[in-house]
């Protein structure tokens, strides 16, 4: 009949037999690709259970970004017994255990393999000023007695650090760490809480100001003081206009020009569009250079 191909045994033994050579095929390259697999991870395993790979020596931590602290201090923060092995430490929990620690803000860890041992990255916590902390009691000078006097005096001064976020530093916990730390010069009066909301702004508009400041008083919470190389400043409530203030207190540079520092009290900046300077016996009335 027109358009039935005939097939013959033989056609279809062979494609039988074909069919059967394929699977066989795969079957082989099945077994072959597990041996391998198996055989690499085995190999993987054995290698990273030999000695070579064990932590032997803090000196097989590499550590960066410490300006502060020494790579000594970074690694007496690091609770690990030596020698180790490198695949049973775990680097997010030591990166854990860094970050707990007051003078460090941000830590990674990760191993090395070639050689064998761990990478450390800090970012440290910079101290820009030294924080006094005691009861509201009046002035700076006040407080410079009782520090001069802690034998007699019946109020304690906590002394701490403090970095450019306002977070508080134990002074112990630097000093423990590096004995050399070149402290701040910049002092900060008041407790923590009560000038940490105005901190942040307030320290870059300082540090950004050409005028020298040296010490800050925010022990009156209507009044925030500023010692500074043209004599105390008042700036009033440093909820109110704050880098307005700072920035007219620059633009009065000129002042020991015009007056004498020594006949000026303090300057009042609690209305900068209005500063004026309260000298001995009165205040009068200053225009800041522009």
């Known amino acids: 009949m027109a358009g039935i191909v005939s097939v013959s045994r033989a056609d279809i033994e062979g494609r039988r037999k074909r ?23 085995g190999g993987l395993l054995w290698i990273a259970t030999q000695p070579i790979w064990v932590l032997k020596t803090p000196n097989d931590i590499e550590i960066s970004g410490n300006h502060l602290l020494s790579r000594e201090a ?20 030591l990166a854990e255990s860094l970050k707990q620690h007051s003078t460090i803000a941000q830590a990674t860890v ?17 101290p820009v000023a030294i924080a006094l902390w005691a009861a509201p009691s009046g002035s700076i000078a006040q407080n410079r007695r009782e ?19 306002g977070i508080w530093l134990p002074l112990e916990k630097y000093t423990s760490l590096n004995p050399n730390l070149r402290l701040p010069s910049l002092k900060v009066f008041g407790s923590p809480e009560q000038y940490r909301p105005y901190w942040t702004q307030l320290y870059q ?8 400041v040296m010490e800050i008083d925010f022990q009156d919470p209507t009044n925030l003081i500023l010692k500074t190389e043209l004599g105390n400043i008042h700036l009033g409530s440093p909820s109110s206009l704050l880098s307005e203030k700072i920035r007219v207190m620059a633009q009065m540079r000129h002042l020991p020009v ?30 800041p250079t522009p």
């Open 205 to 212: 508009a300082l540090s950004q100001s050409s005028v020298n």
């Open 258 to 287: 015009q007056l004498t520092l020594s006949q000026i009290e303090y300057i009042d900046l609690k209305n900068p569009d209005f500063p004026l300077v309260q000298m001995n016996q009165k205040k009068q009335p200053i225009s």
């Open 110 to 126: 990760s191993r090395r393999l070639f050689p064998p041992g761990l990478i450390v990255q800090i970012n440290e916590r910079i």
């Open 19 to 41: 069919l059967r050579q394929k699977r066989q095929m795969k079957i082989i390259q099945g077994i072959w690709q597990t041996i391998a697999v198996s055989s690499l991870a």
């Open 147 to 165: 520090q001069r006097n802690t034998d007699t005096s019946h109020k304690k001064v906590s002394v701490g650090l403090l970095d450019a976020n």
């Open 74 to 93: 970074i690694q007496s923060l690091l609770v690990l017994s030596y020698p180790q092995s490198l695949w049973r430490i775990e680097p997010s929990h």
